[in-house]
């Protein structure tokens, strides 16, 4: 039991910081922080998703770079230019290394206005900090596992924000239904989307790519917007108008 609390604990805090802070933040700007959630959220990105840390610099560009050239040899993870989800997550992890490196450098139209903490990335990043978490994972296995089976659920744990890009990209561009045409082969996965917390609303977000609320049917449901709604209520965020 404690084992499946931990790991759906650290599966849906990763989604929850991929989701609002590298996707609806960093990449969109579908609201606005102040100075001190900026950074908080910062914090708590590095906390969550621990081993598999993503610098928000270089999501924020490869995101953007992917609804501009969405489907076509330009984006940086298309799943139809790929024989298989690893090579499409192989490919990503290269251009995701260059820019968050600094080796790469993107196109003025992708780059600035994302939040950006060199120290916190350059710690977050390092082999120090992803094996600290990696053994930390470890550890609380082998104290809590119970069974065998348990232990096939660990490496996810290593490569956790990886895995859930890879899973909107290759399942949101490729299965589903599409409420839109938006000249690429974008789709909605499912109208229920609490497994992927909306994230698997790629048809509607690639038409309403600064909208907040990702589910635009009476049948559909992105489990985030609510978040988002409280917490423009309470103050934490502002969220912009669409």
């Not at 196109?107 to 600290?132: C, H, M, Q």
């Not at 599409?178 to 909306?198: A, C, R, Y």
Request: with cysteine.
């Amino acid at each position: 039991m404690y084992i499946l609390i931990f790991f759906l604990a650290h599966w849906f805090l990763s989604l929850f910081a991929q989701t609002f802070y590298l996707h609806r933040y960093a990449s969109h700007k579908m609201f606005t922080l102040n100075k001190f959630w900026e950074k908080a959220f910062y914090i708590f990105t590095w906390f969550s998703q621990g081993a598999s840390y993503l610098v928000p610099k270089a999501y924020a560009i490869m995101h953007r770079m992917h609804h501009a050239f969405s489907d076509t040899e330009k984006d940086p993870h298309s799943p139809h230019f790929f024989e298989d989800v690893f090579q499409m997550m192989w490919n990503t992890r290269g251009m995701y290394n260059g820019f968050a490196e600094g080796t790469l450098q993107a196109d003025k139209e992708f780059k600035g206005n994302y939040p950006e903490w060199k120290f916190i990335d350059k710690v977050a990043s390092s082999y120090t900090s992803r094996i600290l978490f990696g053994l930390g994972y470890i550890a609380f296995y082998v104290f809590f596992a119970t069974s065998w089976w348990m232990y096939l659920l660990l490496p996810i744990h290593f490569i956790m924000g990886p895995l859930h890009g890879a899973i909107v990209n290759w399942c949101g561009h490729k299965y589903g239904y599409s409420n839109f045409d938006n000249d690429d082969k974008s789709k909605n996965s499912t109208p229920f989307d609490f497994f992927m917390l909306g994230e698997l609303f790629q048809n509607n977000h690639h038409k309403f790519p600064n909208s907040p609320n990702f589910a635009k049917k009476w049948f559909e449901f992105d489990p985030v917007y609510p978040v988002l709604k409280v917490l423009h209520w309470v103050r934490i965020i502002k969220l912009r108008k669409a």
